[in-house]
């Protein structure tokens, strides 16, 4: 709720049109289809980026490996022996790029 808050700041106000005196009101039902239309394409209008992002990965590897190895105080690698390793996972280069608009779609 708070980061919604947050990334509502400085968002325009939502303006709702002047209803004439004397007029009402149409429910969603009894409005001709060009007023539908013209409302859905207004509503769209309002819509904004609210946050962006992008990540980008080059390179991540895990490996699980057996016995006990120290961690070097020099250079804070622990080598390890390739005979030692049970296994291993490695992902190269991943991008994820996207938006959020101010109506929480993506």
């Given amino acids: 709720a708070t980061l919604d808050q ?3 700041e400085g968002s325009p106000a ?3 049109p002047a209803v004439p005196e004397g007029a009402t009101e149409k ?3 009894e409005q001709p ?3 539908k239309a013209e409302a859905s394409r ?4 309002e819509v904004w980026t609210k946050l962006q992002f992008k990540f980008e990965l ?3 590897t895990a ?4 016995g006990k190895t120290d961690l070097s105080v020099v250079s804070g690698v622990c080598v390890r022996e390739q ?3 049970l296994g291993s996972f490695q992902l190269h280069t991943i991008h994820v790029e996207g938006q959020m608009q101010s109506d929480n779609s993506m």
């Fill in 83 to 85: 005979k030692t390793c």
């Fill in 33 to 35: 289809e060009a007023q």
């Fill in 58 to 60: 080059e390179s991540l």
């Fill in 27 to 29: 429910s969603a039902e």
């Fill in 14 to 16: 939502a303006v709702q």
């Fill in 6 to 8: 947050n990334l509502n």
């Fill in 63 to 66: 490996s699980l490996h057996t």
């Fill in 42 to 45: 207004v509503a769209y209008a």
